[in-house]
Nanobody, 114 residues
Framework: QVQLVESGGGLVQTGGSLRLSCAAS????????MGWYRQAPGKQRELVAG???????NYADSVKGRFTISRDNAKNTVYLQMNSLTPEDTAVYYC????????WGKGTLVTVSS
């Protein structure tokens, strides 16, 4: 089992920045993927950014150039630096971990006001 604890959501104005953190604990595999998904009201959950333990990264087109994912493997923690936020980024952001299984955090709300 893997547990994920997210932090860093909140309310920010358009153009502002937030940094999300997600700490994983439990049975962490050496090879894994950690990342962030989001779900806006009335929409499906979508990938925001993902990062393999070896360093490979992928981003959703909508966040490229604005969001940066990073991770500290020693701390089993993944971060999401979000800059130039817009109201379209408003959503619940979920931390995701996968190895042979998939695990989700409870989510943290990001609200961007216009």
């Amino acid at each position: 089992q893997v547990q994920l604890v997210e932090s860093g959501g909140g309310l920010v104005q358009t153009g502002g920045s937030l940094r999300l953190s997600c700490a994983a604990s439990g049975s962490i595999s050496r090879i894994n993927s950690m990342g962030w998904y989001r779900q806006a009201p009335g929409k499906q959950r979508e990938l925001v950014a993902g990062m393999l333990s070896g360093g490979m990264i992928n981003y959703a087109d909508s966040v490229k150039g604005r969001f940066t994912i990073s991770r500290d493997n020693a701390k089993n923690t993944v971060y999401l630096q979000m800059n130039s936020l817009t109201p379209e980024d408003t959503a619940v952001y979920y931390c995701h971990y996968s190895d042979s299984y998939h695990y989700w955090g409870k989510g943290t709300l990001v609200t961007v006001s216009s």
